[in-house]
């Protein structure tokens, strides 16, 4: 039995991560009334009561640029974070995704004697597989999100818990005529745009992805397009690519993503975590990516598996097609949407595919992170 207050030190560093905090802390509060909360996150972890050190903004960073600017301040606050908590140490340490940022505190923290949790993988399984042995003298438990990565830490004799995935948690069944119905639209065949949200990715993607649409609609006139943006300046990037696309009948809309893809027939989506919630919402999809020639080269020679695309790491054998670098090409994209609208027996099942991954992920990740802090705080106490 955990008795007295007790100390818990966390990092997340992004908004998917701050949501995750959130989620653990709460469970834990649960337990453990009396655990105080304190390290960097966002404002969902701080409305659960995490002091925040720092905001996770300071260490959150998208592309080379990003981190060049605020590299020597990130390196200064994990030296800060070490040395804080060396001296004021922490029941348990529980670092959030962001790698390059929290194993190197971990290593750091575990070399005092301070027991480490990861809350989400790193892509170790495929790409710089060289990685684990630095994980395995950096943490004391890995919370992975799928059965997989659990099976692959096994291997090298690392502590894991899969804990599922919180979006199986979120999503319950999809309405897609609800979704329909509350964006307005028909009856007629409905395609999902989703470009990205980086910047670069969405110029290289938006072009094929416009002249695909105008080629679907040749072959379907009463198509649909449906595209949601991420931000302002992922419109703003979009448009610049493409002009304004009067002729095609587009409704754009200022996030909802999720509702977007509920509604969809099909979409085509940059790699990502779009593509996950696609499988989750039923969506049959395809994956799109382009990298600069210097990133796939060094991609092509790093990775250690074959696809892209989550789903095709969680199901028996690969079904979501994807074009990638130099296959991404509107022709390529058409012939793949038209594998799904031309063949309804392929489109029910992979739908069916995708209810099996929903219901192996949907676990209550929040609560069984919990229990395994709970856990390693009770062999403390």
């Known amino acids: 039995m955990v008795q007295g207050v007790i100390d818990i ?7 998917s991560g701050d949501r995750l905090g959130a989620g653990l802390i709460r469970e834990i509060r649960e337990e453990i009334p009396q655990a105080r909360f304190s390290g960097i996150g966002g404002p969902k972890m701080a409305e659960q009561g995490c ?59 575990k070399h005092s004697g301070i027991p480490c949790i990861h809350y989400v993988s790193p892509t170790v399984w495929a790409w710089r597989g060289y990685r684990i042995h630095k994980i395995k003298r950096s943490i004391s438990h890995m919370l992975a999100l799928f059965p997989f990565e659990a099976d692959f830490y096994r291997r090298y004799q690392v502590p894991v818990t899969c804990v599922g995935h919180p979006m199986a948690d979120e999503i319950s069944e999809p309405n897609p005529q609800s979704a329909r119905d509350a964006l307005g639209f028909g009856s007629g065949p409905l395609v999902a745009l989703l470009p990205g949200s980086r910047r670069n990715e969405v110029k290289r993607l938006a072009l094929p992805m416009v002249h695909a649409a105008h080629a679907l609609l040749a072959q379907y006139p009463e198509i649909e397009f449906v595209l949601p943006f991420a931000t302002d300046k992922v419109r ?8 304004k696309l ?21 979409a085509i ?14 969506v049959p999809h395809v994956v799109v990516y382009r990298l600069s020639r210097l990133s ?34 509107p ?41 395994v802090v709970i856990k390693m705080l009770g062999t403390r106490s």
Request: charged fraction near 25%; glycine fraction near 6%; charge should be negative.
């Open 269 to 282: 989506l940059a790699s990502g975590t779009a593509s996950l919630e696609a499988a989750l919402l039923r």
């Open 51 to 109: 002091e925040l050190l720092y905001h996770m903004d300071r260490i959150g960073v998208i592309g080379l640029d990003g981190l060049r600017e605020k590299l020597l301040d990130i390196l200064r606050i994990r030296k800060q974070l070490a040395a804080r908590w060396r001296q004021q140490e922490p029941a348990v340490f529980i670092g959030i995704d962001v790698p390059d940022f929290n194993i190197g505190l971990e290593s750091r923290l």
């Open 246 to 266: 009067e002729d095609l009948p587009l409704t754009t809309l200022k996030g909802q993503s999720r509702l977007a893809l509920e509604a969809a027939d099909v």
């Open 9 to 15: 030190a966390i990092v997340a560093g992004e908004p």
């Open 296 to 329: 796939y080269w060094l991609v092509q020679r790093l990775r250690q598996v074959d696809h892209f695309a989550m789903p095709n790491h969680l199901l028996p054998a690969p079904m979501v097609p994807e074009l990638i670098q130099d296959r991404v090409t």
């Open 331 to 371: 022709e390529n994209i058409v012939e793949a949407v038209n594998g799904y609208l031309q063949n309804p027996e392929r489109m029910n099942k992979i739908k069916l595919a995708f209810a099996d991954i929903h219901a192996a992920l949907k676990l209550d990740a929040d609560k069984r992170a919990a229990e």
């Open 236 to 243: 703003e990037t979009f448009y610049q690519a493409t002009g």
